[in-house]
């Protein structure tokens, strides 16, 4: 089968990296991918915009494309699912009702009061007069939320009611588009964070083995947020019993109660979670989409063909399909940044030691990367995320950070502390289902 996988991140280079895994899937396009899997054997990228609905659909058609997995919620939430299954095209990625799960913070927020899903207390200002007012009352910390998709930047945790403040003038003055129209004001959790990835057809929900990663630029979990330096999976905090929590308490009702809504959802149902010191999950936050870098660490684990996993859920026949099945032992994934990012950064260096590292048995994920003929050069932020497994965390991340010393390029950025967290921890798989 052919399939057609939108976007160009590290993310999309693991889902085309897993679907060639397997013999019966014999091409996978890429829209509009990267220098990574423009050089993957039965891979080939398409140069056309993931807005571009229309010209998609008809390469799919004319081609004979049989499944598309969407990666990014931007196209999501612009409604592709629903323009290409109109088209008579099998679709992995939630409608455009149900990417607003992730695109309105707020829409998010009333689904989880309705459906009773553990979350922080939260309350909506259209306005920064009474938001502040709100702030002024209720004291620091608390964490400031520009309603609609900002790329990962809408959200501040204030420490201080004056950061608040300049927060929430920021989001009014349209520091953050049109996601400036609304701001969520979000009491302060404390704990760890993980991120569970879901599989579901919009009545079946599956967890994938649950993962956690390092959203700070710095050395020590400090400094600006980033997209995500590094991952690793399965996330040990997650015992089989929390797994389970999260399964009754969080996955199944957001999935009945967008079903009760008739919202078709048919993709990766991402929980970000606080567990709490008490050890009870709490949802900061969902997204309609596979996570980057949690991808990179997820789906080397999964020993099933991914095609047809994807199939089973856009053809909404998930409940009778055999069990999820994973590998033992750990991964880990370091990535490698243009020096400078999250702010400014430079393009177009060389990078080299891919097949070094690649030759030590790590996976290489390209992300912001391009070819230019021979050469492949620095075309993003993040640049590469080096995956590696192991027996144990330990294995996975000395792995991983032995590949990573194999390639170069100049201002080449990357964390050194990837997993400190469970570095001595033994992984055992955390869910049985
Ligand atoms: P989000 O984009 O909603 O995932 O938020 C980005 C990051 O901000 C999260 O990964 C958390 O580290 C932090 N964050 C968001 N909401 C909260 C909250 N209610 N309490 C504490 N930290 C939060
Ligand atoms: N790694 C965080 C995300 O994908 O949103």
Redesign the pocket.
């Known amino acids: 089968m052919k399939v057609l996988v939108i976007g160009n991140g590290g993310r999309e280079h693991a889902i085309a990296w897993k679907l060639l895994q397997s013999e019966k899937v014999q091409q996978v396009i890429c829209v509009p991918g990267n220098g990574g899997t423009a050089s993957t054997p039965r891979c080939m990228n398409l140069a056309m915009n993931a807005l571009d609905f229309e010209g998609i659909a008809r390469f799919a058609l004319v081609n004979g494309v049989e499944l598309i997995v969407v990666g990014p919620e931007v196209p999501l939430a612009a409604g592709i699912t629903d323009y290409l299954q109109n088209q008579g095209l099998r679709v992995f990625g939630p409608t455009r009702m149900g990417a607003q799960i992730e695109a309105s ?1 707020a829409w998010a927020k009333a689904l989880m009061q309705e459906a009773k899903i553990p979350t ?1 207390e939260a309350v909506v200002f259209t306005q920064a007069s009474p938001a502040i007012a709100y702030v002024r009352q209720q004291g620091a910390p608390i ?1 400031v ?1 520009a309603d609609g998709l900002a790329a ?1 930047k ?2 501040t ?1 204030a420490e201080t009611v004056e950061a608040a403040e300049v927060a929430i003038n920021d989001v009014f003055a349209g520091k953050f588009g049109e996601a400036g129209e609304r701001v969520v004001l ?5 704990g760890q ?1 993980i991120s569970v990835l879901a599989l579901t057809d919009g009545i079946t929900v599956r967890p994938l083995v649950p993962a956690q990663d390092h ?1 700070r630029i710095g050395e020590g979990d400090t400094g600006a ?1 980033t997209g995500g330096m590094g991952a690793y999976a399965p996330a040990p905090i997650a015992t089989p019993d929390l797994m389970q929590q999260i399964q009754q308490e969080i996955l199944e009702p957001a999935i009945a109660t967008l079903r009760k809504r008739q919202i078709d959802y048919r993709g990766v149902l991402y929980a ?1 979670l ?1 567990i709490t010191p008490s050890g009870n999950p709490k949802v ?2 969902f997204n309609c989409r596979f996570g980057d870098p949690e991808t990179q660490v997820v789906l080397p684990l999964l020993t099933n063909p991914l095609h047809e996993l994807l199939l089973a859920c856009a053809e909404q026949r998930l409940e009778s399909f055999p069990a999820i099945e994973w590998q033992p032992g750990a991964a880990a994934c370091v990535v490698l940044a243009a020096g400078g990012y999250p702010e400014a950064y430079k393009k177009g260096n060389s990078i080299t030691g891919i097949d070094q590292a690649e030759a030590r048995g790590a996976f290489v994920f390209h992300a912001g990367t391009q070819r230019r003929g021979q050469n492949l050069v620095t075309d993003g932020g993040r640049v590469l995320g080096v995956t590696a497994l192991g027996e144990d965390f330990e294995a996975a991340i000395a792995h991983a950070y032995g590949a990573v010393e194999q390639i170069h390029f100049d201002e080449m950025y990357y964390r050194r502390d990837i997993g400190h967290r469970v570095r001595s921890i033994k992984p055992s798989l955390n869910i049985e289902l």
């Open positions: 913070k922080s964490v939320k990962g809408g959200v945790v979000e009491e302060y959790l404390v964070e959203k947020n970000g606080m900061i936050e």
